[in-house]
């Protein structure tokens, strides 16, 4: 089974969760089996918890939106989608994708309070190097009664393993050196932040589904699907709403 080449040699050694490997790995972004595989399969997962727009004009603003790989499975719910990322050459596939595109830190985001009807952080939060001002800033610019959606990665030792030791050797799993294990996410303090901010998020598991795996490993299908599963301590989605005034 392969899942095609990843190009190794046109790709620097770089210290673990830099940045600019998405650089590096830039035309990846929409190869089907290509390095970003499972962020398909994780965005759209991710698309299942936004709910519809609750009036017009709504705004889904999207953190470390990568090359836009939400935008195609919220296309048909008709929110303003604001992308917001550090990488310059996905800024640049995500506006491709439709998104609004906005170069900007996680961890300081350059818009106003109050100005998503959504916020979401997909695979964000363990990039990050502080996980409270990221968790507060997705929170201020979340107007009361908006939605919070996220997904990431558990602060465990199965999580290590899996992720890092065993995910980044096998088709679909993350390119070599894109996670950094320290910045796992502790989820009950990734719980108890929100809560700080007025958003009470709960937590499920997520895994790919075996059978879909295998499909898409032998060039079956385009995309391996995700589904529930009933242990948080790997991957995981959290979804709350933010508290009125």
């Avoid at 719910?77 to 800024?91: I, M």
Wanted: glycine share 10%; with cysteine; proline share 8%.
């Amino acid at each position: 089974m392969t899942a095609g080449p990843r190009q190794p040699g046109a790709v620097r050694r770089r210290v673990r969760n830099d940045p600019a490997q998405y650089d590096d790995l830039a035309s990846e972004w929409w190869r089907p089996h290509g390095a970003f595989a499972m962020l398909h399969w994780i965005a759209e997962a991710r698309s299942a918890l936004v709910p519809p727009p609750s009036r017009p004009d709504a705004v889904l603003v999207d953190i470390g939106c990568g090359g836009g790989l939400l935008a195609p499975h919220i296309a048909g719910k008709r929110y303003t989608h604001v992308g917001v990322d550090l990488t310059a050459s996905a800024l640049t596939l995500a506006r491709e994708q439709g998104v609004i595109a906005v170069g900007g830190n996680a961890m300081s985001l350059p818009l106003a309070s109050g100005a998503a009807d959504v916020v979401v952080a997909g695979e964000v939060l363990e990039h990050v190097s502080d996980l409270v001002l990221c968790v507060s800033e997705a929170c201020r610019v979340l107007r009361p009664g908006g939605t919070l959606v996220l997904d990431t990665i558990a602060a465990t030792r199965l999580a290590r393993v899996v992720v890092v030791t065993l995910a980044e050797h096998v088709p679909g799993g993350a390119p070599p050196g894109l996670h950094d294990p320290r910045l796992f996410v502790d989820r009950d303090r990734l719980r108890n932040e929100c809560a700080r901010h007025g958003v009470r998020v709960k937590l499920t598991g997520l895994r790919p589904s075996f059978l879909s795996m295998l499909a898409w490993a032998l060039h079956r299908r385009p995309q391996a699907r995700m589904v529930p599963t009933w242990s948080t301590a790997v991957l995981f989605q959290g979804y709350g709403i933010k508290e009125g005034p």
